[in-house]
């Protein structure tokens, strides 16, 4: 909660999250909260992987944020687990699809008006349709229900717009209280008049014809959370600085394993208004004590200390973090291996209570082990090209553990199996 507060706050707000303690979530929690308390501003998210980008988006998505102000940039959206097309091409493909739903929406409200269905021929004629006849009768409306409160039949009878919601599953209006119909009537406006907001945001995309002006107006004007990650956003600074590219918060995850200079760029991929930034928040989340930034060059890693991450850097200044403080990944036995490296690290009550966590790991003596193997047919850990290192014993080692807990029955999604390296 603490790290929810700090990162709605302007300034910049440092987590630090051990492993299990729920980073994503919060990261998740703080775009929730900042898209609806601060509709008009744009906000930046930068991770290190398009893994933790699509776990990231995939997230938002369950939350209260309309698929059409949400967009991806790069290479990754192809392995979003979701059948909506965040990429650009595919955000201005589902406008498009949206302006002709909605385009035969406002068609059958001007047929239930008795009006000629050619107001929903364009979202501008839609828009005269709603300023000349919607709006314009639910002023009329609102002013015959200030006079006729005590009429409970009243709302039902006089709703200008009742034939349009007549084929809802249950009737909108009783008939039996003015105030709860009056209640249903505003929902009802506001169902027309949100549907009329979404073909004003359409407009543009009438007007634009190309699909590069299309994409780029949705970028640097309709999307209200952009995502991407940092070697995508040093590639295209230029492109963004072109376009005119607008945002107010930033917020990057995985930002221990982000070089320091991939983690400056996507603070500049605007231009400064009148001398002044516009940038409002900056939000780092990580953990300086997991994977450090891969340098490949070893003299840049020994001599220049570039393997060290702008948050690390920060940390180590002493510039005041938060650190998430209760994980609930791992049972308390696992987490007792690297709880120690972390400030008063606990666990979440669930997994005490939670009975996955307390029993036994059918045909495991332990919940961890270290297994020492010896060299497979003489040989140990081989290089056979450079860079491929391999180690066969232990390879054969994990592939029969892993037959062994399959025949006991454990599930193929519940068994990971992580190396070291390629080989």
């Not at 047919?377 to 062994?404: C, D």
Request: charged share 25%; aromatic share 12%.
């Amino acid at each position: 909660v603490e790290a929810i507060i700090s990162g709605i706050q302007p300034g910049l707000t440092m987590v630090v999250g051990p492993p299990g303690t729920g980073k994503t979530d919060t990261a998740v929690q703080i775009l929730n909260v900042l898209y609806h308390n601060c509709p008009s501003q744009r906000t930046l998210i930068i991770t290190h992987s398009n893994q933790a980008l699509n776990d990231l988006f995939e997230k938002i998505m369950q939350r209260d944020v309309p698929a059409r102000y949400l967009l991806r940039l790069g290479q990754g959206e192809q392995e979003l687990a979701t059948d909506l097309d965040f990429s650009r091409q595919g955000r201005v493909n589902a406008m498009l699809v949206r302006r002709l739903e909605l385009l035969n929406e406002v068609e059958r409200l001007a047929r239930s008006l008795q009006l000629p269905e050619d107001v929903g021929y364009t979202c501008e004629t839609a828009g005269y349709f709603w300023l000349l006849h919607v709006y314009s009768r639910w002023e009329q409306f609102l002013a015959a229900c200030a006079e006729n409160k005590e009429k409970a039949t009243f709302v039902r009878d006089r709703f200008p717009f009742k034939e349009f919601f007549s084929d809802t599953p249950h009737p909108v209006f009783t008939g039996k209280s003015f105030e709860k119909d009056m209640r249903a009537a505003l929902g009802c406006f506001r169902h027309l008049k949100t549907m009329f907001q979404e073909l004003e945001e359409c407009r543009a995309f009438e007007l634009l014809k190309s699909t590069a002006d299309r994409a780029n107006y949705l970028m640097t004007k309709q999307a209200k959370i952009v995502a991407m990650t940092c070697t995508h956003a040093a590639l295209k600074r230029k492109d963004f600085l072109q376009l005119g590219f607008k945002y107010d918060n930033l917020l990057m995850e995985e930002s221990a394993q982000i070089l320091e200079i991939e983690t400056f760029i996507p603070m500049l991929l605007q231009r400064q208004e009148d001398g002044h930034a516009r940038l409002k928040r900056c939000i780092l989340i990580g953990d300086h004590h997991q994977l450090p930034p891969v340098v490949k060059n070893m003299a840049f890693q020994k001599y220049s200390h570039m393997d060290q991450s702008l948050f690390t850097r920060f940390v180590r200044l002493g510039i005041p973090y938060i650190e998430l403080n209760a994980q609930g990944r791992a049972r308390p036995s696992i987490a007792k291996l690297y709880n120690w490296r972390y400030r008063d690290l606990g666990d979440l009550p669930y997994l005490k209570e939670a009975a996955i966590f307390n029993r036994a790991n059918a045909g495991f003596a332990y919940d961890y082990q270290l297994v020492d193997v010896p060299d497979h047919n003489g040989k140990g850990e081989t290089t056979p090209s450079p860079w491929f290192y391999q180690n066969e014993g232990e390879a054969e080692y994990i592939v029969s553990v892993y037959i062994y807990m399959r025949l006991l029955g454990y599930p193929a999604s519940k068994i990971s199996i992580l190396t070291t390296y390629n080989g």
